[in-house]
T-cell receptor
Framework: DTGVSQDPRHKITKRGQNVTFRCDPI?????LYWYRQTLGQGPEFLTY????????KSRLLSDRFSAERPKGSFSTLEIQRTEQGDSAMYLC?????????????FGPGTRLTVT | SQQGEEDPQALSIQEGENATMNCSYK?????LQWYRQNSGRGLVHLIL?????REKHSGRLRVTLDTSKKSSSLLITASRAADTASYFC???????????FGKGNQVVVIP
């Protein structure tokens, strides 16, 4: 257990439905990242928050995706009008800013299946 | 795009043997990290090596970094069945410390 939690762990949804995932980072970490991982591949960066500010978004993050971190603590990732291609593991990670930073601590992930 | 590329992709060894994996990358980096992932689970951080370091040890793990060749290696000594997992290298090249992962190495340790 890294201290990063994600909810739900699994989500099965029908194409066209909206889904929302939650990530609770390690409490003292001000940096939060979302990644997506498909079968047989490494994780791919989606977006990054420093405190409550979303500072970077990947081109992978289409208009159907939105992420928030309203109070600089937990974060949510919403996918609207899901497509079968959205089926993947969605991973959240957090880290602290500072001279010793760099290590990211990952949550267990939310596995999304779009039918 | 993913920057790290591990080689070999799959490795099967007997318990007690050493396992070596390599990773190459394309751009300048701040640091390089290795992660382990057990089937269907989240990633566990193993070790971080900074761009000004050449070698680092942590328990049975040894990581090397050659910035001139843009490559890194991970050595697991005296492997155990519990080391069976996928191993990913990830490079930190940007100001936001976002990671670019390779495709991973699947390591199977046979008891």
């Amino acid at each position: 257990d890294t201290g990063v939690s994600q909810d739900p762990r699994h989500k099965i949804t029908k194409r066209g439905q909206n889904v929302t995932f939650r990530c609770d980072p390690i409490s003292e970490h001000n940096r939060l990242y979302w990644y997506r991982q498909t079968l047989g591949q490494g994780p791919e960066f989606l977006t990054y928050f420093q405190n409550e500010a979303q500072l970077e978004k990947s081109r992978l993050l289409s208009d159907r995706f939105s992420a928030e971190r309203p109070k600089g603590s937990f974060s949510t990732l919403e996918i609207q009008r899901t497509e079968q291609g959205d089926s993947a593991m969605y991973l959240c990670a957090s880290s602290s800013q500072g001279a010793a930073s760099g290590t990211q601590y990952f949550g267990p992930g939310t596995r999304l299946t779009v039918t | 795009s993913q920057q790290g590329e591990e080689d070999p992709q799959a490795l099967s060894i007997q318990e007690g043997e050493n396992a070596t994996m390599n990773c190459s990358y394309k751009t300048s980096i701040n640091n390089l990290q290795w992660y382990r992932q057990n089937s269907g689970r989240g990633l566990v951080h193993l070790i971080l090596i900074r761009s000004n370091e050449r070698e680092k040890h942590s328990g049975r793990l040894r990581v090397t970094l050659d910035t001139s060749k843009k490559s890194s290696s991970l050595l697991i000594t005296a492997s155990r069945a519990a080391d069976t997992a996928s191993y990913f290298c990830a490079t930190d090249a940007g100001g936001n410390n976002r990671l670019a992962f390779g495709k991973g190495n699947q390591v199977v340790v046979i008891p």
